[in-house]
C-alpha cells in the first residue's frame, strides 16, 4: 500500500491549458500567462488584449489566481500518548506570485500538500488524544503558519486548513465512550449530592426560621398577657379603691351604721346556706337552729368591730388589750367556722 501511495500520480490543479501563440491573445480574468522568448522568461500577459510574436514566443504556464481547494488524502498520525489517528483535510490557498509559482517549483499544488500532511504529522505529534479533539483551531492555525513559511518561496499562501475527519481506534472510541459515560455519572452523582445538600440547607433554615418566629411570637404572646394582667390589677385595684372610698362615705351618713349592720347578717346568714357544698366535712356552731342568736351575734360582731375605742392609760392598755382581743378571736372562729 505504501508502494502504491508513493506511484500514485500527483493532484494536479485545473488549468485552462497552454493556448497556441497567434500573434493577438485575449487573457481571461484571473489568469497569468507566463511568456517564454526563445526559452527565458520575457514577461506575463495581463488579463485582456496582449500581442505576442510568433514562433519567438511561447506561452509556457497558466497560473490561476484565483483561491485553489485542495483535498488532502487520509493519513496517518501518532499522537503524544502513542494512539495512531487517521485524519484528512482540506486546504486552501492562492498564487500570489505567478513567476514563483511557475519557476520556483516543479508542482506547486502537490509539494503544498506534501507539506500539509507533514506538518500535520509533526503537531499531531505533540498533543495527546483529548487536546486533538478541543484544539483543532490552534492546530489549523499552526499547520498554516507552518506552510506558510515553506511556501513563500513558492509564490503561493495558504489561506487556510481545515480538518475534515479524525478516525480513532475502534478500542480507543470504545474507552473514550466508557470515558464519557463515566464522566457523566460523575456529573449526575455531584448535581445530586449538591441538590441534597441544598434542599437539607433549606429545610434547616426553615425551621430556624419557623423557630424563631415561634419564640418571638410567644414572647409577644408573654408580653402582652402581662400588661393585659397589670392594667387587669390596675383597673381591679382602682375600682376597690373607689368602693372603698363609696362605702366610707357611705358608712359616714346618717343610720349608715344600721345599713352595715343588716349587710353583715344577710352575709352572715348566706354564708351558712353555702355549708357542706364542697366539702363533707363540716364546722357547725351549737346553736345552728337558732336563726336569732345568729344575726345577734353577727350584729355583735359588726360593733364590736366598728366601737370607737377610747384612749386609755399605759396601765389599762394590757387589760383592754386582752379584753378586746377576746372578742376579736370569738369573730375570727366564728368566720372560719362559718367559711368551712
Known amino acids: 500500500l505504501k508502494r502504491a501511495a508513493r506511484l500514485a500520480p500527483a493532484p494536479c490543479r485545473w488549468n485552462s491549458g497552454l493556448p497556441v501563440n497567434i500573434g493577438v491573445l485575449f487573457v481571461p480574468q484571473q489568469e497569468a500567462w507566463v511568456v517564454e522568448r526563445m526559452g527565458k ?20 504556464y497558466v497560473q490561476s489566481l484565483k483561491e485553489i481547494v485542495i483535498n488532502v488524502p487520509e493519513q496517518s498520525a501518532v499522537t503524544l500518548d502513542n494512539v ?24 506547486p499544488e502537490y509539494a503544498v500538500t506534501q507539506l500539509a500532511q507533514t506538518t500535520m504529522r509533526s503537531e499531531l505529534g505533540k498533543l495527546s488524544l483529548d487536546r486533538v ?7 489549523n492555525a499552526s499547520i498554516v503558519d507552518a506552510i506558510n513559511q515553506a511556501s513563500d518561496c513558492w509564490g503561493i499562501r495558504c489561506l ?18 466508557m ?5 457523566r455519572r460523575k456529573r449526575a452523582t455531584v448535581l445530586e449530592s449538591e441538590g441534597t445538600r441544598e434542599s437539607a440547607i433549606n ?27 397589670a392594667n387587669a390589677m390596675l383597673v ?44 363533707n366535712t363540716v364546722l357547725l356552731p351549737a346553736n345552728t337552729g337558732d336563726v336569732t342568736n345568729m344575726v345577734a351575734q353577727a350584729l355583735g ?31 375570727l372562729k366564728a368566720e372560719q367556722g362559718s367559711s368551712s
Open 301 to 331: 360582731i359588726y360593733t364590736t368591730l366598728t366601737k370607737p375605742q377610747a384612749v386609755k392609760t399605759q396601765d389599762e392598755m394590757p387589760q383592754t388589750h386582752e379584753a378586746s382581743q377576746s372578742p376579736a378571736t370569738e369573730v
Open 236 to 279: 381591679k385595684a382602682r375600682a376597690k379603691a373607689e368602693a372603698i372610698q363609696l362605702l366610707a362615705a357611705a358608712l359616714a351618713q346618717q343610720h349608715g351604721n344600721a345599713a352595715a349592720s343588716l349587710s353583715v347578717a344577710e352575709q352572715y346568714v348566706n354564708a351558712f346556706s353555702k355549708i357542706a357544698k364542697d366539702s
Open 203 to 229: 429545610v434547616a433554615e426553615g425551621q430556624k426560621q419557623a423557630q424563631i418566629l415561634a419564640s418571638e411570637a410567644e414572647k409577644a404572646e408573654q408580653i402582652n398577657k402581662a400588661a393585659g394582667e
Open 160 to 177: 487556510r486548513y481545515e480538518i475534515k475527519d479524525i478516525h480513532v481506534p475502534p478500542r480507543v472510541k470504545e474507552s473514550m465512550q
Open 133 to 139: 479533539f478541543r484544539e483543532r483551531e490552534s492546530l
Open 84 to 107: 495512531t489517528l487517521q485524519i484528512d483535510g482540506v486546504l486552501y490557498l492562492r498564487v500570489m506570485d505567478p513567476y514563483k509559482a511557475s519557476y520556483g517549483v516543479e508542482d
Open 179 to 183: 470515558q464519557v459515560e463515566a464522566e
Open 41 to 60: 522568461f520575457h514577461r506575463i500577459l495581463e488579463p485582456g488584449l496582449n500581442f505576442l510574436i510568433p514562433l519567438l514566443d511561447r506561452i509556457r
